[in-house]
């Protein structure tokens, strides 16, 4: 009876072992840090990104992402997906909504108007183009938003405090990346950055 049952017990004490090797190799950290944005009365919405990584691709998320028109805004303000990602855009009040875009990063032949709405049909576009979209509505002149599309899925967006944190990235040395709309519609801001296991921190100054 004993030696039967020793054996599926060592079996198992394996196992665990293997499992905590795996974990410990896959071990990620996270980018935590301040913005601060150079004569802005807020550094809230900067998108902050890992710029391209040499020899790695990444498959786009399946899942799509939404973007909301309400009260008269786009929701959220500034939204960053990895190229790829299919972006559904609702219309959840009781007007007409436009989505258009005049350019990407400047090329207007990125240009799109993707049409006009009522509350509760949706737009759908797959953004397959790196850069800055600035999302406008023609029936609301005042309504602005952006789509920044990077090529990794290590991003985030400043709180309203101007904090940060880009999570789940692997150890290595990258470029972060950092877009503020109140800076200039083409400037991205870059900087060298390693990351280890835990947290690493790092203030970005954008001016
Ligand atoms: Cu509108």
Request: proline share 8%; aromatic share 10%.
């Amino acid at each position: 009876m004993m030696i039967k049952l020793s054996k599926p017990y060592t079996q198992t004490g394996a196992l665990i072992l293997l499992f905590h090797l795996g974990a410990i190799a896959s071990w990620a950290g996270a980018i935590k840090g301040t913005v601060s944005v150079a004569g802005a009365a807020s550094a809230k919405n900067v998108a902050v990104w890992i710029g391209a990584v040499p020899g790695k691709t990444f498959p786009p998320p399946a899942k799509p992402v939404i973007v909301d028109q309400k009260h008269l805004m786009f929701i959220p303000h500034v939204l960053v997906i990895q190229k790829g990602t299919t972006v559904v855009f609702l219309n959840s009040e009781p007007t007409l909504h436009n989505v258009y875009w005049p350019w990407i990063s400047g090329n207007k032949k990125l240009a799109r108007n993707l049409g006009t709405r009522p509350m509760g049909q949706k737009l759908l576009f797959t953004f397959n183009n790196l850069g800055i979209v600035p999302l406008l509505c023609n029936v609301h002149t005042e309504m602005s938003g952006y789509i920044v599309v990077v090529s990794t899925p290590y991003f985030a967006v400043s709180g309203p405090d101007g904090s940060f944190e880009v999570k789940d990235v692997p150890p290595g040395h990258y470029t972060l990346k950092a877009w503020s709309e109140e800076i200039s519609f083409r400037k991205i801001d870059s900087q060298p950055v390693d990351v280890s296991a835990g947290n690493t921190t790092v203030n970005l100054n954008l001016r």
